[in-house]
């Protein structure tokens, strides 16, 4: 009679802890633990793109309006409390004509009440060969006075998921007289 009871050994306590996580992941469970093979995740990769922002306050047709401030931002030296929406061109060199690769969709705001610095909050949309469709996210601190700033890129998608890195944007040109500036950004991002 003993003969007829299975033997409970190792290998079947592993096989019924995988038939009842199986069970458990078919039965709508709400998380499971997953191989990023699965996902279709290979190695991580990091590129570098380089590109030219071009954001135009002044004229008939501004890429970057204000939106919103405060009762006090017109008697503050750094603005603070203004807050601007961008979708600024995004080319491969200074010149606007030259080609466009993408648009930076996105917010920034006067945050600092002692010098000319930036909350951006933001979108790099691209539109350039593999990557249209794809997009990097910004969060960061951009005081525009300083020769590098560097901001973080906080996610991305596309062909950009699971993206982290930093941005550098430099001011290329800046016209005192419109506000329109021109601003090199080297992003160094790693990616799937
Ligand atoms: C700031 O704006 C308010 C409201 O528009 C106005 O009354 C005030 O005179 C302005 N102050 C300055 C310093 O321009
Ligand atoms: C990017 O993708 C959109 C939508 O799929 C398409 O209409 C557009 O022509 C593409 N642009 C480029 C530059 O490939």
Known sequence: MAK???KVTPTVLILFTIFS???F???GSFSRALSPA???LKREKLSHLHFYFHDIVSGRNPTAVRVAEAAMTNMSLTGF?????MDDPLTVRPELSSKLVGRAQGIYAS???????FLMVLNFAFMEGKYNGSSLSVLGRNVILSAVRE???????GLFRFARGYAQARTHTFDMRTK???VDYNVYAFHY
């Open 151 to 157: 901001l973080p890129i906080v996610g991305g998608s």
């Open 81 to 85: 409390g203004a807050v601007f929406m």
């Open 111 to 117: 945050a600092s009440q002692t010098e000319v610095g």
């Open 38 to 40: 699965k996902l279709g």
């Open 25 to 27: 992941a078919t039965a």
């Open 4 to 6: 007829t009871l299975p």
């Open 21 to 23: 996580f199986s069970a």
């Open 180 to 182: 329109d500036a021109v």
